[in-house]
């Protein structure tokens, strides 16, 4: 399984003391391959997880493909802005957002339900979405 992966799937992942920690060592365990992402989502991370190291080595690791460049799309991240400002999406959201037009194949993998399941791509279509499963 391929998929974009958003901040509070990585903070499960590399720390086995988040509630979704199971579920989120499972899914990776099921890739094939490693999860795109951007470097706002790696850097929320990071500040959440209070060590880069820890997230620079999951890239290193193959877990992680930084795969968005922000000064390319940055006329649709800020008309995503806009649209979405009532919700004040973080930059991490809008870069996942783009990044689920570029992939549509793709499904954002997202602790982040409630959002998400607001956010459309390409204007009206819904985000495929993997979540933990409710507690």
Not at 31 to 46: K, N, R
Not at 76 to 94: K, V
Request: charged fraction near 25%; hydrophobic fraction near 45%.
């Amino acid at each position: 399984m391929k998929a974009i992966a958003d901040t509070g799937f990585l903070v499960a992942f590399l720390s086995r003391g988040d509630r979704h920690h199971a579920w989120a060592v499972e899914l990776a365990r099921k890739s094939s391959g490693p999860f795109l992402t951007c470097e706002a989502v790696l850097a929320e991370a990071a500040f959440h997880l209070r060590s880069s190291q820890v997230v620079l080595a999951a890239i290193e690791d193959g877990l992680l493909h930084p795969s968005f460049d922000l000064n390319s799309h940055l006329h649709e991240l800020a008309r995503l802005a806009e649209r979405y400002a009532d919700r004040q999406p973080d930059l991490a959201d809008l870069c996942l957002i783009r990044m689920s037009e570029l992939h549509p194949k793709l499904y954002v993998i997202t602790v982040d339900e409630a959002d998400f399941r607001v956010y459309r791509r390409n204007q009206r279509e819904t985000i495929p979405l993997i979540c933990p499963p409710r507690l």
